[in-house]
């Protein structure tokens, strides 16, 4: 059986307004209409959904369970209007961005919140790539929105610039290149350097070209981060995802000449024939002004 939403309309209102003519003033339809709609939906329903015994009409037990049917449809009905007003009005159906594990995730996580509060139609997917792996997956996946520390092959992009991140070359105070006053060249490559899968020669590294006694190749920063406090290597990681451990001294900036420091420049990318909707647009602005 198929109730029709006029049908549904009508029991909802026949329900609030307790009469017919009530329920017809509400709809703002004739009297007959009303009674017809909701005879028709007891037809269908092979239900008596009201009891017609007193001078106001109420609802059976059944009719009660039907109603509330009827108005969970009535409310799909209005969320559809609400998201086709929203997708014509500019916000896109769906948004897919493909970020560094680099830039911080709580950033993203924190503008795609805000997006979701007032309830916009935007299904927002986040994926997670690494380094030189954030462009393919990017292009392979048609995604909307990429966000990489860098610079993508592709010539058929736009950018807007994130606020940069600092990052340390660090070991564990404990290592002997946590405690060592000064490190030489030589030293620094008789360890573990820790890294993270998709590493790539245009982050332009001080330590980029050297060999090491050996390099492991991790999944993500807050494992890399993990390894180094447990004193297998070192490595570099952002500021942001070690400042307690810095400002304890757990965690302590290796004192090579060379350079301990570096600067990721974080840009946010999107296809030069493909405007942004509401949704992408809110997310990079609120990146942005971070």
């Not at 564990?172 to 405690?179: A, F, K, Q």
């Not at 290597?233 to 451990?245: D, I, N, Q, T």
Request: glycine share 6%; net charge positive; with cysteine.
């Amino acid at each position: 059986m198929f109730a029709t939403l006029d049908q549904a309309r009508a029991l909802d209102a026949l329900a609030r307004a307790g009469t017919y003519a009530g329920a017809a003033k509400l709809l703002s339809k004739q009297h007959s209409a009303v009674v017809y709609a909701v005879q028709q939906l007891e037809a269908q329903t092979e239900l008596e959904l009201l009891d017609r015994s007193g001078y106001r009409t109420k609802l059976t037990p059944a009719g009660t369970r039907v109603l509330e049917q009827c108005r969970r449809l009535l409310e799909a009905e209005r969320e559809l209007a609400a998201t086709c007003h929203a997708i014509k009005t500019g916000w896109e159906p769906r948004l897919r961005i493909v970020m560094d594990g680099l830039f911080p995730a709580s950033a993203v996580l924190r503008e795609v919140a805000k997006i979701a509060a007032p309830k916009t139609p935007t299904q927002v997917e986040v994926f997670a790539e690494f380094l030189s792996g954030v462009e393919s997956a990017f292009l392979n996946s048609d995604a909307d929105l990429m966000i990489s520390v860098v610079a993508p092959a592709a010539t058929h992009l736009r950018s807007l610039a994130l606020p940069p991140i600092p990052s340390y070359l660090v070991a564990h105070r404990d290592h002997p290149l946590g405690h060592a006053r000064k490190v030489t060249t030589a030293m620094l490559q008789g360890h573990t350097l820790l890294t993270v899968r998709g590493s790539d020669p245009r982050l332009q590294l001080s330590t980029a070209g050297l060999q090491f006694a050996a390099t492991i190749h991790l999944n993500d920063f807050h494992t890399k981060k993990d390894a180094i406090l447990a004193g297998m290597g070192f490595g570099w990681l952002p500021a942001y995802l070690m400042e307690r451990e810095l400002a304890r001294g757990t965690l302590r900036r290796i004192a090579w000449p060379r350079g301990n420091a570096h600067t990721f420049h974080a840009h946010a990318y999107h296809r030069a024939d493909r405007a942004l909707g509401r949704a992408a647009q809110a997310v990079v602005q609120g990146l942005a002004g971070r």
